[in-house]
């Protein structure tokens, strides 16, 4: 998914209102028919993006070689970049594609059955959502299982959303790898910094993709703003420099 239009003015916002990179004097504004929620900050300051907390091991075996395939891939590529059509060789080291596509070719390989329950073609970032939503929360079918609380989530696990109606975008939605467990952010009512894996032309907060490029695979930090119940109901592309969250719901499955 390439970075929403919606994003360019938040950066701006951003940079405008933190001249130290910590106070908060701008308030942020965008068309009143976007589906943005201005972020829910508890003080006069951006919130420091939090420790990683301890590790815990991914939940299943199938996760596990999730993470083993993106530090592999991570380690071998070489011609990178964001596209719509997946064009992958291991041997050079190509990994070209696009979210939906990398996170297809990952499952694949590393979750056959997961794979499987896919089928033959590849699946939008909006097909991706729709088979954790359809799966149960108590046990896995087909090889996926929703997790329902983002504080169970785990490295591995897959996160999806769909671009909700009067969003500034022509994509269906975003989905990629958690790969560190959420924390808490302080000065953030209810929301959890999340690192994750995914194919993008715009950065995250942290991100390792080196700027000025065609994009591709890496990571870096979302904010999910939640309920208050687990339930993850708004995205911050930047993380805790977010100044509007998109809303719409996020959902998290586990491989098996």
């Given at each position: 998914?390439?970075?929403?239009?919606?994003?360019?003015?938040?950066?701006?916002?951003?940079?405008?209102?933190?001249?130290?990179?910590?106070?908060?004097?701008?308030?942020?504004?965008?068309?009143?028919?976007?589906?943005?929620?201005?972020?829910?900050?508890?003080?006069?300051?951006?919130?420091?993006?939090?420790?990683?907390?301890?590790?815990?091991?991914?939940?299943?075996?199938?996760?596990?070689?999730?993470?083993?395939?993106?530090?592999?891939?991570?380690?071998?590529?070489?011609?990178?970049?964001?596209?719509?059509?997946?064009?992958?060789?291991?041997?050079?080291?190509?990994?070209?594609?696009?979210?939906?596509?990398?996170?297809?070719?990952?499952?694949?390989?590393?979750?056959?059955?997961?794979?499987?329950?896919?089928?033959?073609?590849?699946?939008?970032?909006?097909?991706?959502?729709?088979?954790?939503?359809?799966?149960?929360?108590?046990?896995?079918?087909?090889?996926?299982?929703?997790?329902?609380?983002?504080?169970?989530?785990?490295?591995?696990?897959?996160?999806?959303?769909?671009?909700?109606?009067?969003?500034?975008?022509?994509?269906?939605?975003?989905?990629?790898?958690?790969?560190?467990?959420?924390?808490?952010?302080?000065?953030?009512?209810?929301?959890?910094?999340?690192?994750?894996?995914?194919?993008?032309?715009?950065?995250?907060?942290?991100?390792?993709?080196?700027?000025?490029?065609?994009?591709?695979?890496?990571?870096?930090?979302?904010?999910f703003l939640t309920d208050g119940e687990g339930h993850a109901t708004h995205y911050g592309w930047h993380?805790?420099?977010?100044?509007?969250?998109?809303?719409?719901?996020?959902?998290?499955?586990?491989?098996?």
């Amino acid at each position: 998914m390439r970075r929403l239009a919606i994003l360019a003015p938040l950066v701006l916002v951003a940079a405008s209102a933190a001249a130290d990179d910590t106070v908060l004097t701008v308030t942020p504004t965008w068309p009143a028919e976007w589906p943005m929620d201005p972020a829910p900050i508890t003080s006069s300051r951006w919130p420091e993006l939090p420790p990683a907390l301890a590790p815990l091991p991914p939940a299943t075996p199938a996760a596990a070689r999730v993470i083993d395939t993106l530090a592999r891939v991570q380690r071998d590529q070489r011609d990178i970049a964001y596209q719509h059509r997946t064009s992958v060789n291991e041997r050079t080291g190509r990994y070209r594609w696009d979210c939906s596509g990398m996170v297809s070719w990952v499952v694949r390989h590393a979750a056959p059955r997961a794979g499987r329950a896919m089928g033959s073609e590849r699946l939008a970032a909006r097909g991706i959502y729709r088979m954790i939503e359809r799966a149960p929360t108590d046990h896995p079918r087909a090889g996926w299982q929703r997790v329902e609380h983002i504080e169970d989530v785990r490295a591995g696990d897959v996160f999806a959303w769909r671009t909700p109606p009067g969003a500034p975008s022509r994509h269906t939605g975003h989905t990629g790898f958690v790969v560190q467990r959420p924390r808490p952010v302080d000065g953030l009512r209810d929301a959890f910094a999340v690192r994750v894996a995914d194919s993008i032309v715009g950065p995250h907060q942290d991100d390792t993709r080196p700027p000025n490029t065609e994009g591709g695979l890496g990571t870096g930090v979302f904010v999910f703003l939640t309920d208050g119940e687990g339930h993850a109901t708004h995205y911050g592309w930047h993380g805790t420099r977010t100044a509007g969250y998109m809303r719409t719901p996020v959902l998290f499955g586990r491989l098996h």
